[in-house]
């Protein structure tokens, strides 16, 4: 097996990924790193999902980078867009040139002694194993299996004769024009779906057993639209970025600290955008609080849109059975559906699906403690990237890479090689993420834990987070910074592979 080393290996090449190495490159020019991507193409989750109307939830001010100004003129954009968004940034920072794609990450060895991790990949085009070292290992993997969705036990699917699609691998020749569609599902990609498939299909149905919060917010943003009339897009950019953040983080705590307040306005909401007399405590009001899962978009209201024509319709129920021509309901109504669309969620997989051992010990991801959300007690020379659950995944994406820049800094400056996070002493732990939702909750044990305080929990409020982050001391009573007895100046920088040169 071949074995090369490098400064910093990234895992993964979506938005994360991308992200963490133009960090790199920006302010850690000195390093060399790499970029494995188990798939064989740029932009992680937007080149997977193809589905139709795929598009963000979030707007794309803080969803994009902040370094790279978002120019599109839609603020919710469709997946084709990000995607060439991720791209372009690639190319402009010259990351596209140190990826390795069909590098599927298997393993991670850490040895204290030399101070670094052997991580071995496989090719998944050559069929041959990849041996790579590295310093610092940080994996932008996402939490959720690319190769397979969740798909829940379907009562008689067998005897199902039309066809039956999950929306994370959607089939290039599926034609729904004309087609009688149900959708099975009430989170983000059903909402997203319904609209999208309603334009060409006789009529879609989605398929719930109980309600999702769904908010219509317009598809371009007003200030952005004034300002680019009068300022320079990275002049305009933060500002958007920012009025955007704070709007969020107050909704977010209002809907914490008033549910009650913030479950009637989203209830008035839908109600002023359906038609009249429609049944919105039955369709559009979850018995959940708002935000114990993420709230839905519509943008331009489309979904209300679609359901006012008569194109869609929701249905509230549960699954009996599938029938040979779609589904019958537990009232004892049948669905009749020429395709069944299972948008019934994700599979969690942490971490890629890599194993991690430190010092010959096998860890256990659900028994480590995160550290400022981004790095696991007792696993040294490690960052992870998890995005926000109430807020853009590419806020907390850009704070944990511009953190562990200033990590590598600070290793560089005071001649240690070493940065290992402790594990709290005491109080309870909760799981990394917070959310409600199925998918979620079906993997939790699997997930590290957080603490009930910093700097071993984040509190979902990027304000807070940069002050600590961008700003806070890097040295605390949770971590430790040594020197490898082994290590040698060279193993610190391969002579083979010159300052910013990387690999690949």
Avoid at 332 to 357: F, K, R, S, Y
Avoid at 425 to 442: C, H, N, S
Wanted: glycine share 8%.
């Amino acid at each position: 097996m071949a074995c090369e080393h490098v400064d910093v290996l990234i895992v993964g090449a979506g938005l994360s990924g991308v992200g963490a190495a133009c960090h790199l490159r920006r302010t850690c020019p000195d390093k060399t790193y790499t970029v494995l991507e188990a798939r064989d193409a740029i932009g992680g989750t937007w080149d997977l999902f193809r589905y139709p109307g795929v598009r963000s939830d979030s707007d794309m001010f803080t969803l994009g980078y902040a370094f790279k100004p978002w120019t599109n003129p839609r603020a919710i954009a469709d997946g084709e867009s990000i995607r060439a968004y991720v791209r372009d940034t690639a190319r402009e920072y010259g990351v596209d040139r140190h990826i390795r794609f069909h590098h599927r990450v298997l393993a991670a060895r850490w040895d204290s002694a030399t101070a670094r991790w052997t991580v071995r990949a496989h090719r998944d085009d050559t069929g041959e194993d990849v041996t790579v070292t590295c310093g610092f290992l940080f994996v932008c993997s996402g939490y959720y299996r690319y190769d397979a969705g969740y798909t829940p036990d379907l009562p008689g699917v067998d005897s199902y004769t039309g066809r039956l699609v999950h929306p994370q691998h959607w089939p290039a020749d599926l034609d729904h024009t004309g087609a009688r569609v149900v959708v099975v599902g009430s989170g983000a990609t059903a909402v997203t779906l319904v609209p999208a498939l309603a334009r060409r299909a006789a009529h879609v149905t989605m398929l719930q057993r109980s309600p999702t919060y769904v908010i219509a917010l317009p598809s371009r943003d007003v200030l952005a639209d004034a300002l680019r009339r009068w300022l320079p897009a990275k002049a305009a950019y933060p500002v958007v970025r920012w009025k955007n953040v704070l709007l969020g983080t107050a909704n977010f705590q209002l809907s914490r600290r008033a549910p009650t307040l913030v479950k009637r306005f989203l209830r008035r909401a839908a109600a002023g955008r359906l038609p009249a007399g429609y049944d919105v405590d039955r369709h559009f009001s979850p018995r959940y609080d708002p935000w114990d899962q993420r709230l839905c978009v519509a943008p331009d209201g489309d979904l209300f849109a679609a359901l006012g024509t008569g194109r869609a319709d929701v249905v509230t129920d549960r699954i009996d059975t599938f029938t040979p021509t779609g589904i019958r309901l537990a009232s004892g109504v049948e669905l009749t559906a020429d395709v069944v669309v299972t948008a019934t969620g994700l599979d969690l997989l942490a971490l890629g699906g890599m194993t991690l051992t430190v010092d010959g010990r096998d860890v256990d991801l659900g028994a480590t403690v995160a550290y400022k959300g981004m790095m696991l007690s007792q696993v040294p020379n490690f960052a992870m990237t998890i995005g926000y659950t109430n807020a853009s995944w590419t806020l907390k994406a850009d704070l944990v890479a511009t953190y562990v820049c200033r990590l590598l800094r600070h290793l560089d400056a005071t001649g240690q090689q070493i940065v290992t996070p402790l594990a709290p002493t005491g109080g309870p732990l909760e799981p990394i993420i917070d959310l409600k939702a199925g998918y979620v909750l079906r993997s939790v044990d699997a997930l590290p834990k957080q603490g009930a305080s910093a700097p071993w929990r984040l509190h979902q409020n990027y304000v807070r987070d940069v002050l600590l982050m961008r700003h806070g001391r890097l040295t605390d009573a949770g971590v430790r910074f040594s020197r490898a007895p082994q290590a040698s100046p060279t193993q610190r920088r391969d002579p083979a592979h010159p300052a910013g040169s990387g690999v690949g």
